[in-house]
């Protein structure tokens, strides 16, 4: 019996329900599943809930008045748009601030989630939960403490400011996202690297952070998201000539 001919006995078998075996049981199921699968039904529903709103707010962005009702054709919007300056560089802004705080944060929480897992130490329960708390206090407070602090140290608010808010609630996002990478982690691969002579910093660069580094890019990307959408805290760190663009749209 030829190749082919063997294959196309399995397929008609598959088909036909007649391999008693296990092999044939589990070629059955996959051959089930490629027909319907509740996983990917489910995914497909979830991606149709999440795009479809911004599939309309595309739509309405032709639309000639600001109401939901459709009243016409129109660019007015988009025309207004290429011809705002303060949109421009409150748009410049906002990137610059989301890539900054984001490194910076994603630099302090990875090491901090690299330094409290791997060392033990006194107060090392009283840093993960201080280093939570950004995430789980509201935003006004975290806004109205950090520009009581800068009041208070005589630091003007401006583009510093609205950077170093940002940094501090980006960080325990990205302590979460890199101590959860750690939480998998095989410390033997460690073990083994410094049986082979590799240094406490060799291993930290050419081991761990390569293994984590799912965990880094998602809380990296995380804060850049975190920060491009804030206006809570922005409203109060923020000073003259350092509009974000949130915080410019909610000031209209």
């Known amino acids: 019996m030829t190749f082919k001919k063997t294959a196309d006995y399995i397929i008609t078998s598959v088909r036909q329900g007649k391999f008693p075996t296990e092999a044939g049981r589990h070629a059955r199921r996959a051959y089930r599943k490629r027909h319907f699968s509740v996983s990917n039904t489910v995914f497909v529903f979830t991606l149709i809930f999440l795009f479809l709103p911004l599939v309309v707010l595309i739509l309405y962005s ?47 929480g990875t090491i901090g989630a690299v330094g409290v897992s791997w060392y033990k130490f006194r107060l090392r329960g009283y840093v993960q939960t201080i280093s939570f708390l950004p ?70 660069f050419k081991v761990t952070l390569p293994v984590c580094m799912p965990g880094i890019i998602s809380g990296f990307l995380t804060a850049v998201t975190l920060s491009l959408e804030d206006f809570v805290i922005t409203f109060f760190v923020a000073g003259p000539g350092s509009s974000t663009l949130p915080y410019l749209y909610i000031r209209r």
């Open 62 to 108: 032709f639309n000639a008045s600001t109401s939901m009702t459709w009243t016409g054709f129109s660019l007015r919007w988009y025309k207004m748009l290429l011809e705002s300056r303060e949109l421009w560089r409150a748009f410049r802004n906002s990137l610059i601030i989301a890539a900054t705080s984001a490194v910076s944060a994603t630099m302090i």
């Open 135 to 204: 995430m789980i206090l509201p935003e006004i407070i975290v806004g109205v403490s950090l520009a009581i602090f800068f009041a208070g140290v005589g630091i003007p608010l401006g583009f510093f400011t609205i950077y170093v808010a940002h940094t501090t609630f980006n960080i325990p996002f990205v302590f979460l996202m890199v101590m959860a990478s750690l939480s998998e982690f095989d410390f033997s691969i460690i073990e083994a690297a410094r049986d082979l002579g590799a240094t406490e910093r060799q291993t930290l």
